[in-house]
């Protein structure tokens, strides 16, 4: 089945510090894979997404990240964090085969200034 | 603005009542999700229609029901309330089946507070 573990629940980082957020997936077959974030009071919005192909993927606001086939990851990364990052980031895995869009529990980044 | 709108956007209600949540998909969508967030369960998948057909389901209770018009909006019905379904209710849509698993399109969610 599939499956997705955020680990981090909370992270804080301080303005102008790299990031890295974790997210492992569990799926049979070579999974689709994203990452949304949640601003507060908003709906999800996609930051970038992989499907096939180059394993680093860009997206906007100067995230990128990596797909991992052997660590069944695909961690989100930002080399320099601003203040307006601040809000909850999930990581989901989408089936060509049984429909499923499945989020992570989400981690909840938040910046110091 | 994402082009899905969710009404209400809160809602109060009491224990054993019921409530329907309405979700119009963006234009020419016609996959419509359905997801619960809570503090301690995260996001939550419920359902998912295409096209007016139910095409998966997720961990939705018994006393929670959807369906599809042909119109491709769609309702997310809850009935004999618990405190424990207070929640944010998500709909989102995207322009094919899940099997594309292309971006979905979130809702600014229905806020359910059951007291």
């Known amino acids: 089945a599939q499956s997705v573990t955020q680990p981090d629940i909370h992270i804080t980082v301080s303005e102008g510090a790299s990031l890295e957020l974790r997210c492992n997936y569990s799926?049979?077959?070579?999974?689709?894979l994203f990452w949304y974030v949640q601003s507060p009071g908003q709906g999800l919005q996609l930051l970038l997404k992989y499907f096939s192909g180059d394993t680093l993927v860009q997206g906007i606001k100067g995230f990128e990240a990596e797909f991992k086939r052997s660590q069944s990851s695909f961690n989100l990364r930002k080399p320099s964090v601003h203040w307006s990052d601040a809000a909850e980031y999930f990581c989901a895995v989408g089936s060509s085969g049984t429909y499923k869009y499945i989020f992570g529990t989400g981690t909840r980044l938040k910046v110091l200034a | 603005d994402s082009g899905v709108t969710q009404t209400p956007k809160h809602l109060i209600t009491a224990t054993g009542q019921r409530v329907t949540l309405r979700c119009s998909p963006r234009?020419?969508?016609?996959?419509v999700y359905w997801y619960q967030q809570s503090l301690d369960q995260g996001l939550q998948f419920l359902i998912q229609?295409?096209?007016?057909?139910?095409?998966a389901k997720g961990n939705i209770l018994e006393r929670f029901s959807a369906q599809q018009f042909p119109d491709l909006h769609s309702e997310l019905n809850l009935s004999s309330l618990e405190l424990g379904d207070s929640a944010l209710y998500f709909c989102?849509?995207?322009?094919?089946?899940?099997?594309?698993?292309?971006?979905?399109?979130f809702g600014e969610g229905s806020r359910l507070t059951v007291l």
């Open positions: 234009s020419g969508d016609l996959s």
């Open positions: 229609y295409y096209n007016g057909e139910e095409r």
């Open positions: 989102a849509s995207s322009a094919r089946l899940a099997g594309y698993t292309g971006e979905l399109f």
């Open positions: 799926y049979g077959a070579t999974p689709y």
